[in-house]
């Protein structure tokens, strides 16, 4: 059974940080790139962040270049995403997700983040930020 299972979301002041595991079981890690999508409420869902099959290459939002980190543990089938300087408006529910896109195929991740390629998703974590 393919699961991808979030964690590490809740409730931080405007400045703090967070950091986000995705763990992913019931397929070949290292042959899907993965990555992080966001929705707030009454807005459309946002990619954030990605990285690729071989984590040699990262994708992030313009909105949170230089605050989000993204990396992966191959050992143990684990993406984070750290979230430094959190704004009110980075408020959504985050969710992992995952693109069959081994050896780098289409250098997903490179320049472009996961798109609507997505084969797996997870369930969500809640990430709330007060001003």
């Known amino acids: 059974e393919v699961q991808l299972v979030e964690s590490g979301g809740g409730l931080v002041q405007a400045g703090g940080s967070l950091r986000l595991s995705c763990a992913a079981s019931?397929?070949?890690?290292?042959?899907?790139?993965i990555g992080w999508f966001r929705q707030a409420p009454g807005k459309e869902r946002e990619e954030v962040s990605c990285?690729?099959?071989?984590?040699?290459?990262?994708f992030y939002a313009d909105s949170v270049k230089g605050r989000f980190t993204i990396s992966s543990d191959n050992a143990k089938n684990t993406v984070y995403l750290q979230m430094n300087s959190l704004k009110p408006e980075d408020t959504a529910v985050y969710y992992c997700?995952?693109?069959?896109?081994?050896?780098?195929?289409?250098?997903?991740?490179?320049?472009?983040?996961?798109?609507?390629?997505?084969?797996?998703w997870g369930q969500g974590t809640q990430v709330s930020v007060s001003s």
């Open positions: 019931g397929f070949t890690f290292d042959e899907y790139a």
């Open positions: 990285i690729s099959s071989s984590g040699g290459g990262t």
């Open positions: 997700a995952a693109r069959f896109a081994p050896w780098d195929v289409l250098n997903v991740c490179f320049t472009d983040g996961l798109g609507s390629l997505v084969h797996y």
